[in-house]
């Protein structure tokens, strides 16, 4: 049986005790960081060195946004737009902007399907406001709820029918953050009245397979807790209010807004109605260090079952699911939706 999180890799190689790890452990999918992608031939090596350690086609995920977020990196793949491009287009043409961010991920879902990568951590659905922290910013697809869903379900539509599942991000929305959550916990001050535009984006796109929290804490709701670890946060707020049924997994429990050790982390995001842990060592930079927290992670995951292995199975699914495209046909569309970034790519 699989284990509920997904675990990443510390370079461009599966060394000899992460094999052992995902072995024994079998996480229920892998995470595939900016160091462990060089070259096309690489991430496939490195893909099927994975299946062979878990010994299923366990599902890969990578954060391809498009922008500042984007793991595969030029010149070796092509370069994406940011949620910003795409925003841009859609006030002077929603029709426009629809098409070119479904087009848009599309195409990156072909790019990385040719790489056995079958789950992005996108889009963003996040509603940035004037003053906040930078995190977000030109990630964002708009400020207003209606523009960035609408985005969003493009986003969405665009990477389901290349094969690959989304993952909204992150709710139920870090726009207001004045802190970037990597380093301290974000403490979000608005009143219901301001954050429920926060939640309707994220309503309009609930039907998403997948969902990853935000380590933030709402102080209108439950003050001083991150909403990974917040049973209000995820029951009332992003279950009830929001409507989101899918497979909801944590940000990175590396993350430093999250305080205790990573055992004490994994089992407050459980306890608090995650379905999946996701850990990536981000602040990590040796193996040998990587490995010792992922064991850490691992050996605290539950099992995947009932309701969480239900939900993980839909994401799987979308993997065998590709429609057809024509490669040349809409790179050369999707160059004249957006000349301004078409150069670049």
Known sequence: ???????????????????ALFKAQNPWGVI????SCVSRDQVRRLVADIWTATGRETLIFIDQEG?????????????FPRGADYAALYAQDPELGREACWLGHRLMA???????????CAPV????VAGAHDIIGDRAFGTGPAQVADLAQAALDGLRAGGVAGVIKHIPGHGRSMSDSHLELPRVTAGDNELSKDFDAFARVASAPMAMTAHIAYEAYDPGRAA???PYMIQEIIRHRIGFDGLLMTDDLGMKALGGSLTDRANASIEAGCDVLLHCSG???????ILAEMTEVAEAAPVLAGRAAERAAVADAIAKQAEPLEP??????????????????
Not at 1 to 19: D, F, H, R, Y
Not at 110 to 120: F, K, N, V
Not at 125 to 128: A, M, Q
């Open 1 to 19: 049986m699989a284990k509920a999180c997904i675990l990443s890799v510390s370079g461009p190689v599966l060394t000899s005790g992460e094999a």
């Open 32 to 35: 595939l960081m900016g160091r």
């Open 67 to 79: 922008g500042r977020v984007a793991r595969l990196k030029a010149p070796e793949w092509p370069l």
């Open 110 to 120: 072909a790019e990385l399907a040719s790489l056995s990568i079958h789950a992005d």
């Open 125 to 128: 659905v996040d509603l940035p």
């Open 228 to 230: 990974t670890v917040s």
């Open 283 to 289: 602040f990590v930079k040796t193996s040998d260090g």
């Open 328 to 345: 040349a046909k809409a790179w050369q569309r999707f160059r004249e939706l957006l000349p301004q970034v078409g150069a670049g790519i």
